[in-house]
């Protein structure tokens, strides 16, 4: 009886990981840092338990492990070069989804990024395009295709993004009438918030968000529950958030709760 009790509070242990583990990033993202002893104690389970939670979510790169709990981990987003690669298969589904919102004739804004760059490459049958961007990767791509006419936003090269910003690039912005926009972002926040590793980023997706008939923020699952510096604002007017798998059910709830539709790429 006692065995198959214990059995049954580990299985019970299980099974709740997935809302535990949200609960620790929103605490996190509160305090900055968490203990063993008052999680364990919050949630009812053992130390053990909450040490195994930690270490998941240390190996995911979303915390920082010290002695006695956890901070929070401060990401540094790697250079495009590195990013393009990682996670190819899925950003190639958000970009094939991603294209099917868009119809000949259209005013396209691409963000800088690996996965809008994918959204890029899907585009490839569409006709009489006008595509604006910042990125120097889409730009080059896209002007290479027949019937696409590109904007290229100006301001200062980010040589890590390899893309314009700054001041100049949201002066930009402003000139268009565009019809969808697809924007990258840092993280999708365990609180269900788009976010991004600068306030320029920041800023000039948030504009576009504002000023496009349609926006939509396009992030792979790595992006899950990372947890990046800067919110966007208003990213809640996005019409939708593409992603290649469902996150977790706490971080789909919240973000659908705050108003973008959460999009499952085919």
Known sequence: MIADTAMSDSQNARALAPRRHGEILRRLATDGTVGITELADFF???RQTIRRDLKLLADRGQLD???GGA???EPVEAAFTERREENAGAKAAIGRTAAGLVR?????FLDSGTTTLAVAHALSERKNLTICTTSLSIS???CRQPHVRVHMLGGEIDPVEEA???IDALEAIRHFRVDVAFLGGGGLSPDGEVTDFTRSGAEQRSRMTNTAGKAYFVLDSSKFGRLTPLRI???ELAAGVIVDRRPPEPIGEALERRGPALIVAT
């Open 164 to 166: 314009a910003v700054g």
């Open 104 to 108: 000949d004739g259209m005013v396209v």
């Open 233 to 235: 604002p208003r990213f």
């Open 65 to 67: 492990l010290v002695h």
């Open 140 to 142: 080059l791509l896209m």
């Open 71 to 73: 901070t929070l981990f």
């Open 44 to 46: 009812d389970v053992s």
